[in-house]
Nanobody, 115 residues
Framework: QVQVVESGGGSVQAGGSLKLSCTAS????????MAWYRQALGKEREFISD???????EYGDSVKGRFTISQDNAKNALYLQMNSLKTEDTAVYYC?????????WGQGTQVTVSS
């Protein structure tokens, strides 16, 4: 059973930074496309960023220039460095492993940005 687990969420003031981590079962990072999504209260889940096995990244318009996705195959880990946080970044952040046959989701980690 593939496991995907996020960590690193918390509360921060606007303008601050947080780094989220996602650990996955062995053989997932670097093989499956890895992505971050978020869902704010009362809103639909929103694409944040993804990275493929070759390291190619994409970002949603709302986070371009502020967030950076990276992965460490040796550590089975995915990261999301979030800088210049805004109150509108408040949401539950989810890690996803998008594999050929299935998508595996983590349980989410809460990020709260206060003014």
């Amino acid at each position: 059973q593939v496991q995907v687990v996020e960590s690193g969420g918390g509360s921060v003031q606007a303008g601050g930074s947080l780094k989220l981590s996602c650990t996955a079962s062995a053989g997932i990072i670097g093989v499956c496309r890895m992505a971050w999504y978020r869902q704010a209260l009362g809103k639909e889940r929103e694409f944040i960023s993804d990275i493929n096995g070759g390291g190619t990244t994409e970002y949603g318009d709302s986070v371009k220039g502020r967030f950076t996705i990276s992965q460490d195959n040796a550590k089975n880990a995915l990261y999301l460095q979030m800088n210049s946080l805004k109150t509108e970044d408040t949401a539950v952040y989810y890690c996803a492993a998008i594999c050929t046959r299935e998508i595996y989701w983590g349980q989410g980690t809460q990020v709260t940005v206060s003014s």
